[in-house]
């Protein structure tokens, strides 16, 4: 069966041999017959003869023609076209969008066909014998496939866009990148080949044709003078020829804030005025300096830095309106000062470093400011007053005055009163001009010996009068000048204790005498030591001449652990006729302060450590009696080490050293149980015995043994003996406590052996009575055999007795 394309499609061409194509539907006949008549004249290649040869079929979309679309033709070569064969089409669309003339093969479209809904379809083909509807051929399938149009116009699928740049931006910085996208098929004409341009926003940025990608166009884009742009981006497709389809979209970009201006005041001086009764930290006045930034880039900090007011005002800044708030720091005063200058700067404290060669970023300004005269009420000489007056004085006695005056550039005068509030009883009054208080009638000490009044000044000629206020103290004195008896008591008063860092020559406390009768004005008082004390080395007293006097201390280190308390009697004599005085114990006492001079107590405590003995001193006592219980406890451990013994064979219990056994010994001849050349030569067993629980200083050398030599007898018990002599003085030997056994019994005895075994039976004329010559340790031996006549043998020499 073989495809024919119509002209309402595109013919598709044979594949090649050997390739699998999907256009490989179908196949010809008499191809294969011209390939045997070649072979005949030639020798040439033969294949197998391929069954279905097949090409594609092609329909335009969005076609609107009044009659269905032909799309191609089916023929079979079994078909004879006598009208035995019939076409069946079956797949995707098969009787509804595809239609096929049974008869003759062509395929029709009776509909539109949209390539971007759907872009192939896969149909099936049969040729059947029409009569028995059996098929002729297997079933073929072939593709039907959409061909594209331009029918799609390009479309911005994120729109609007919001860009934004930093303003003063070089050319060609990237702003960002826009996209639009086609439906049309890319593979196949320029359909959905697009291309960018700008539409608005020129000559302040540009597009890239193919990429899309906005860039600025102008340098130094100021954001203070244009913020925002309106710029239009369009799409075209059909490589933006002609006939292409476009679509658009609007892109706002946004120039963003660079610290590229510096600060600045509008004003180069500013003028401010202030009263002189304005407080401290009270406003004068605000200065701004203007920074078109924004944000951190449009932050000013405001200081002073000169003037003749930089101790009087003080400058703040105000976080809401970043203004410079200028304060009084302290009060100001119009006759003393009139005229202030101050100097401003203002300053970005974030300077962008691109930017720094375009001037410094800060400015200066000039502020003077004008102190304003207020009106301030007069001010008293004194700031308090102490007058006397005797008692029952007649009415009209001048108590003393008080005078205030104008501290203003005006100087008006001054008038006084007494507010009725502080003398209620009305005792006093004062002249309203020259400010003289008078009694207004006779005074009792006995009923109020103290008065104390307020007086009030203000000055004359004003509207709204202010008043400032004097207090004043008068004291009603007796009238009796010499009295009989005068009682005097101390008023101590403390100025200066450091406890246990007094230094010598300081004052420490002033005394004072109040005299309980009353004496005239110039009453006086006088203090000195009593003489008992008068030379003491702690303490002097210096009379003041001012009825006062002051005690000092005369040397330093005073200490609560030697003496707390001391007692110095001070007598105080008046001035009065007679002169009268008495004697006043003062007691001082020595209290304990920390390190910042602050008393912590004076009460008498009882205290745990011994005089003299510090903290420091008892921590050493401690340390020494730790190392002497360690010394003791390090010794203890030696003595008992030292009782183990010292001579251990292979670190195993003694007990394991002893051996029972039952067997006799060999005598002499047996040199296996032990080294018979020692025993049988006692002068070489006099060799050097080290010490095992000690070093020796100093190894001397060997000294000889006893005085026997070989070929002579030994005496046993000497030998023993300077042995044990030669152990308790050679410091080399081993310890007392070590065992030394010694079972060497002569050599060549006289007497020969002294085994009675076989001794009755052996016959024998020795004498033995010489043992009687050997001491008293032999003399159970002389007596055995010197006074019996038995006969002795000589053989039995090597036998232990």
């Given at each position: ?37 070649a ?12 069954g279905?040869?097949?090409?594609q ?48 093969g ?43 149009i ?25 702003v ?14 320029n ?50 020829h ?79 309106t ?17 005229t ?34 207020a ?34 550039v ?24 020259d ?35 004097t ?40 005394i ?18 009593a ?7 702690n ?227 020795l ?5 009687q ?19 002795m ?9």
């Amino acid at each position: 069966m073989s495809g024919d394309h119509r002209p309402a499609g595109t013919a598709g061409t044979d594949s090649p041999a050997g390739t699998d194509s999907p256009a490989v539907l179908a196949g010809h006949p008499s191809l294969h017959r011209h390939r045997e008549r070649a072979g005949k004249e030639g020798q040439v290649l033969h294949r197998s003869k391929r069954g279905w040869v097949w090409n594609q079929f092609f329909v335009i979309e969005e076609y609107t023609g009044p009659d269905p679309v032909l799309v191609g033709r089916l023929h079979s070569d079994v078909d004879s076209g006598k009208g035995r064969c019939k076409y069946i089409l079956s797949g995707e669309g098969a009787g509804t969008i595809f239609v096929i003339d049974d008869k003759t093969g062509n395929i029709h479209a009776t509909k539109t066909l949209d390539r971007e809904e759907q872009a192939q379809y896969t149909l099936t083909a049969q040729a059947v014998d029409r009569d028995t509807n059996k098929p002729l051929e297997p079933p073929s399938e072939f593709i039907v496939k959409v061909q594209d149009i331009n029918d799609n116009p390009p479309e911005f699928l994120h729109r609007p866009y919001f860009a934004r740049v930093p303003e003063m931006s070089n050319v060609g910085t990237s702003v960002m990148q826009v996209t639009a996208t086609d439906a049309d098929d890319p593979t196949y004409g320029n359909s959905a080949r697009l291309v960018y341009s700008i539409l608005q926003g020129q000559p302040y940025f540009s597009v890239e044709s193919q990429t899309g990608i906005i860039r600025t166009a102008l340098p130094n884009m100021d954001r203070e003078a244009r913020q925002e742009y309106d710029v239009v981006i369009q799409a075209k497709d059909m490589g933006g020829h002609m006939g292409g389809l476009s679509g658009t979209t609007e892109v706002k970009i946004t120039l963003t804030d660079v610290n590229d201006n510096p600060p600045k005041f509008p004003q180069s001086v500013y003028t401010m005025s202030v009263l002189e009764d304005k407080v401290s930290g009270e406003e004068v006045g605000r200065v701004k300096a203007k920074d078109p930034d924004q944000g951190e880039n449009g932050l000013v900090s405001y200081r002073l830095t000169e003037g003749d007011g930089l101790g009087v005002f003080e400058l703040t800044t105000d976080s809401q309106t970043r203004e410079a708030v200028i304060k009084l720091k302290k009060m100001v005063d119009y006759e003393t000062k009139r005229t202030y200058m101050l100097r401003i700067e203002g300053s970005n404290p974030h300077v962008d470093p691109r930017f720094t060669a375009w001037g410094p970023y800060r400015d200066e300004a000039t502020v003077k400011i004008m102190v304003e005269d207020a009106d301030e009420p007069p001010v008293f000489v004194a700031p308090s007053y102490n007058f006397e007056v005797e008692e029952n004085a007649p009415a009209g006695t001048q108590v003393g005055r008080v005078h205030a005056k104008d501290t203003d550039v005006a100087n008006n005068p001054v008038r006084y009163m007494i507010p009725r509030y502080t003398d209620v009883e009305q005792f006093f009054s004062v002249n309203s001009e020259d400010g003289m208080i008078t009694t207004t009638r006779p005074l009792d000490r006995e009923a109020q010996a103290w008065h104390n009044i307020s007086v009030a000044a203000a000055e004359i000629g004003t509207n709204t009068p202010a008043y400032t206020h004097t207090g004043i103290i008068v004291n009603v004195c007796t009238m009796i000048h010499l009295l009989t008896s005068r009682h005097l008591s101390l008023d101590i008063m403390m100025k200066h204790l450091k406890s246990f860092q007094l230094y010598s020559s300081l004052c420490i406390f002033r005394i004072s005498a109040v005299d309980k009768d009353e004496m005239a004005h110039r009453q006086h008082f006088t203090f000195s030591l009593a003489p008992e004390i008068a030379h003491n080395h702690n303490f002097s007293l210096k009379d003041n001449r001012d009825s006062t006097a002051s005690v000092h201390v005369l040397r330093k280190g005073f200490s609560r652990l030697t003496q707390d308390v001391y007692f110095l009697p001070v007598e105080i004599s008046d001035n009065g006729l007679p002169s009268l005085s008495s004697t006043q114990t003062l007691t001082v006492r020595v209290c304990s302060c920390d390190s910042r001079d602050t008393i912590l107590s004076c009460n008498v405590e009882p205290y745990v450590l011994p005089a003299g003995l510090s903290t420091g001193a008892l921590i050493a006592i401690l340390a020494c009696i730790v190392i002497l219980l360690a010394i003791v406890v390090l010794f203890v451990a030696l003595r008992r080490q030292k009782k183990e013994p010292l001579i251990l064979f292979e670190e195993e219990d003694i007990r394991e050293n002893i051996i029972t056994y039952d067997d006799e010994g060999g005598g002499e001849e047996d040199t296996e149980a032990f080294d018979i050349a020692t025993l049988q030569n006692p002068d070489g067993a006099n060799s050097f015995l080290p010490r095992k629980d000690m070093k020796p200083e100093l190894q001397g050398a060997l000294r000889p043994g006893p005085g026997s030599t070989r070929g002579h007898s030994v005496d046993v018990d000497d030998f023993i003996k300077s042995r044990i002599a030669e152990a308790d003085s050679d410091p080399t030997a081993p310890p007392y406590d070590s065992i030394q056994i010694y079972g060497y019994e002569g050599r060549d005895s006289v007497a020969g052996s002294l085994s009675s075994l076989e001794s009755v039976t052996t016959e024998s004329d020795l004498d033995y009575d010489y043992l009687q010559s050997w001491g008293p340790r032999f003399k159970r031996l002389a007596d055995l055999y010197g006074t019996k006549d038995y006969p002795m043998n000589d053989t039995d020499d090597g036998e232990d007795s």
